[in-house]
């Protein structure tokens, strides 16, 4: 390989110096099969205020490449924080190095075509109000109003309020001897990441209410903010923390259970999206985050839910928090069904999962950072609104329960048998809202729980939302998703309450 | 496997040395500064079914600093590339940037860092392997079997410096291979070799011990109805219930705030079991024994003393704020190094302790269910199987438990093992982590299964 070229241009002082395509091109060799060079650059800044007391204000900057290489069969990776000239060329050496090394002992015997095809593309967030239209200090006084907003009683105990804002901008260049071209991707994203939660204290009951339990994000600037109603909501998350300390405990019995879209986000994610992962049906994923009760055989007739349940791949929900054009295998990304009509259509697994099942997939081969190696991960995991209001879906339940908000997550390994809880939850009784109780859960099974769905809201409570603590992987890798949902009504779910 | 030599990395330790002593250089007579410095240089080898699935290296260092000056200060953290020229830039830049904030935030009540100088050196890099020797050993003993698993082998390395003159620096070089021998769809025998040197006996008995769980595992799994069983938790399982009560259990703030799991333990004289007792035990972890303040930790921190909650860990910001002195615990105030005492039931009398009831192997993806009751559910995992009159019976498919601590390593723990096994944390999430545990098995009278 080469070593007579410049070193990748830093971004300090401005994530994603223009030149950096070209810079990263220049090390593109054809005396390899294929490789490709990643290159992340992100820039953050976090705020918070806690009882009236600015927290510490952080900023990061994170910056490094992936090289990966394919060749004589061999797959191997080599990341650095050190873009200078020589660690460059010293990472993509020992790149490949590690796929020599592994020729002809790999889970796949050389890429896939897919994988080796030199895309060339862009995709940027689109940003309607850039945080450049606020000071830092606009940013603290917001805060410290929305905090104080929280301490509405003396049984607040603990109270906060805080914003994250990441701007990643990440290359990606591609070529070798077998690809017909060399390509180039850029992609920026600026993701927003807004919070608020007050804790309730009595005696040994404590009541946290929260922000969308951190689901209320996406990609975007300043309006992030008003999608979600952030600078209105402190008194009513204050107020419900206060409310839940007198509430009794959640009924324990079999029952109709309509979840808010802040509760969809963790349903779908856990019941659906990981079992549907390529990988883990693969089983690389047997050692850490588990397999899948969803086995190959399945895709094509398999009734995941009941004909109302639709769910789609979705990277191009403007403001989502997955929202891309290419995977960063380099694969274009487009909107697929996974489940229509309740029948398992397609899986989660990008270009390699797919050629080593012979399945149909999607463009979601990601890498948390610049340090992690691209895996099969949800990105924007939707369920398509349906036809009924939120009224009606509370009119048809006689006896049941409206949770909102995750709290507590837990499932097997095979994805399969759950137990979720939720930060607030209110009686159904005789199709009308009743009576708020305290430390709701539910239990089931994911196999029978979407068939069990009775009932899909409409766009009126359709919301777009996303989590940054997808974990997965070997090394361990936490990415960010997205999801969006109406409310969901669901019928003999297993209910239960808390012990005090 | 070929060999594959590391890639030459400037030696981490000068790396830090010069660029925290630039660092400190350039601030004004006013100011405060702490660094704080991270990295690994790490290969990672990724198996499925034998194969390699992934295989590569990370090489990565950072920087976090707090410039301070009175009350006011920002934080910052950045990558470093390792060029001396390139750092320097992003410190100077970072530097402008901290005092830019600085200018703009108020004073800052709970600001508390370290005056005295504790300097210290931990240096431990004995004998890894070389991870292609290490690989060569690893197929060997997977072949014939479905092995899946990850390898991570080489150097971490933590630093504190601040412009006061304290230098703290800790390095180890470990390996961890954590793998499954996989016999059929969510049965699997479960193991871990980690360590600072590698021993051909003893990953030869570990292999040992899974070929044999794997043949117990080919019998004919049972259905177990929810119900309450009577249980053995091998110390892999006692480490996720560890681990729960690792999540706020024993931090300061947590309990002023009223938001620890063992809040009814402050509340309502709640009590473990008389024989549990919890230390944070740094001294025989293998984490870092300084803080990112730069304090020094203690040797011991105990939190649970005879089954009655003791001191809590206490981070520099919540020990100003809530008026008690700091014993050096991180911002989550978590423990990096638990350690369980053992008890006097002899682990091979484990099974015949148990008589009839569920040998639980690993649990998995725990969470509470109702958190101020400390009440958790979670799943068995791997290899958990029903025993009668101490003997195996066959495998079990799995289980959710949901139940609370209270009552599992309290009025229902009758014996916790005599061996406390060492555990070193898998965890490469952002980094490989240099976090333990020590934790024996522990026999419970009685468990909640409810799925």
Redesign the interface.
Known sequence: MTSALAPIP?S??AVGAPDTAAALTAWISTEVDFCSLRHVARRSESVEVRDG??E?????????VMVTVWHQGG??????????Q??IE??L???R??A???AG???IDGPPAAAIEAAQGHFETDVTTPWTTT???DR?ALLTEVESQLRIDERI??SAAWLQRVDTDSTIVSGGRLAASTGAITQRTRVVHPGMMA?A?S????Q?RSFGGGSFNGQGGVEILERFGFGEAAPRVAEQAIELLDAPNAPTGDMHLLLAPDQMILQIHESIGHPLELDRI???E???A??SFVTPDMFGSYQYGSPLLNVTFDPDVAGQMASYAFDDDGTPAERQYLIRDGVLERGLGGAISQARTGLDGVANSRACNW???P?DRMANLNVEPGDSTFDELVAQVERGIYMETNN???????RN?F?F?CEYATLIEDGELTTTVR?P?Y?G?SATFWRNLVGVGNRDSFTVMGTPNC?KG?????IEVGHASPACLFADVAVFG??? | MTAVEPAVAPNPQDHFTALVDWACSQIQASETLLATYTGEDSDFVRLNGGAVRQAGSVRQRSLSLDLIEGSRHADGDIRLSGDMAIDQARVAELLDQLREIRAVVPEDPYLLYATDDASSERIDRRAIPATDEALAAITAAGSGHDLVGIFAAGDTFSGFANSLGQRNWFQTATFNFDWCFYLRADKAAKNTYAGFEWNDSAFGTKVDWSTQQLEALKREPVELSPDNYRTYLAPAAVRELTDMLAWDGFGLKAHRTKSSPLLRMATDGATMAPGLTITEATATGTAPNFSDTGFARPDSVTLIDGGQLADQLVSPRSGKEFGVETNGANTWEAPSSLAVAPGDLAATDALERLDTGLFVGNLWYLNFSDRAACRTTGMTRFATFWVEGGEVVAPVNVLRFDDTIYRVLGDNLEALTDDAEVLLDPGTYHQRSTDSTTVPGALVSEMSFTL
Do not use: C, F, H
């Open positions: 830093t300090v002082g007391v600015v510490p204000v952080s900023t990061s900057l994170d910056e490094g797959l191997g990776y080599a990341a650095t924080s050190d873009i200078s020589s660690g010293a990472t050496a020992q790149a190095r590690w020599e090394a592994t002992i790999t889970v000071t830092l200090a603290i105990v603990d804790v204290n005696g040994s009951n404590t946290r693969l089983g690389d047997r050692n850490y588990g397999t340090n992690r190696p895996i507590s997550w837990s499932i097997d390994d095979s048998k137990q809880g430390n859960g239990r099974i974990g070997e090394p361990n890798q936490v808390g012990d005090q």
